[in-house]
């Protein structure tokens, strides 16, 4: 099958508690298949990264954020799945953004991207979970985020890896 080619924009949104939006996504053509994902969406064309990730929140939240709002590019990731008889080669980067207690009151997450459901994930709540988040390994990200000093390694942005989606179907 062949794969389309897609650039991404993902937003780590976090709220005055330090919990991180994830949305719920399913496959339609295989039963049970369910996972996590972050705020964000494909680049339209012209648009910069920076553009689609608050066009995106805005489209999944109702949330009007302004560009400056977001922090620098935080990380990337290059992926391949399928989706719905459709197959993906997709690159991702992660900004940082976050909300106010009145604003993540005032989201409306009415949007197909969560038919399946929302949540705000603490840290701890990432890091014991037996359901499928992605990216992998999204609560040791976002434990960098709310503690930079945690993780000297990282420069700033840093790739997260290349992944199969397919073929790498474990918990977070």
Known sequence: MTLTRRHTS????LDDR???????????????ARWWFTVGG???D?????A????????ETALRLPVERLGPLHCTRQTVFHVDGH????????????????EREGMDIDTPEAR????????????TTGQTVRPKGLARLLQDVLDPARAPRHRLPFHLGDFDEDTDTGAA
Request: aromatic share 12%.
């Open 116 to 127: 399946y459901g929302h949540h705000w994930w603490s840290v701890a709540e990432l890091a």
């Open 10 to 13: 993902r937003v780590l949104l």
């Open 18 to 32: 330090d919990r991180l939006l994830l949305l719920c996504g399913r496959d339609p053509r295989r039963p049970g």
């Open 87 to 102: 197959g993906f080669d997709q690159y991702e980067e992660y900004r940082v953004a976050r909300v106010t207690a009145a």
């Open 46 to 50: 012209g648009e910069s990264y920076p």
């Open 42 to 44: 494909g680049l339209e």
């Open 52 to 59: 689609a990730a608050v066009r995106e929140v805005h489209e």
